[in-house]
């Protein structure tokens, strides 16, 4: 049984900085896609940036230049650095893990965690 639990939100200031993590566990062997999604309100879930087991990356265009995910494999940890943030950045976010297709849509995930608010002013 996969879980996933998110840490790091909170209330920032704008152009100022957060990182996200994700503490995964339960998974079984094989090849596992990773994901940030963030969800405002009254909006869908949209991709924020994905990262493969091969460490293929890759970016919604409003995190392109300002967010970076990474992975600690030993850590079981997926993180989301967020830099130069903005208040449309304000969102909960949440991590994801699928092992089909590996993109920026949320319904191709299959386990998600509770999420984290981040709030920019």
């Known amino acids: 049984h996969v879980q996933l639990v998110e840490s790091g939100g909170g209330s920032v200031q704008a152009g100022g900085s957060l990182r996200l993590s994700c503490v995964l566990s339960g998974w079984t062997y094989g090849s596992y896609c990773f994901g940030w999604f963030r969800q405002a309100p009254g909006q869908e879930r949209e991709g924020v940036a994905i990262?493969?087991?091969?460490?293929?990356?890759r970016y919604a265009d409003s995190a392109k230049g300002r967010f970076t995910i990474s992975r600690d494999k030993a850590k079981n940890t997926l993180y989301l650095q967020m830099n130069s943030l903005k208040s449309e950045d304000t969102a909960m976010y949440y991590c994801a893990t699928t092992r089909r297709r590996c993109g920026l849509g949320a319904s191709d995930f299959d386990h998600w965690g509770q999420g984290t608010q981040v709030t920019v002013s």
């Open positions: 990262i493969t087991e091969g460490r293929n990356i």
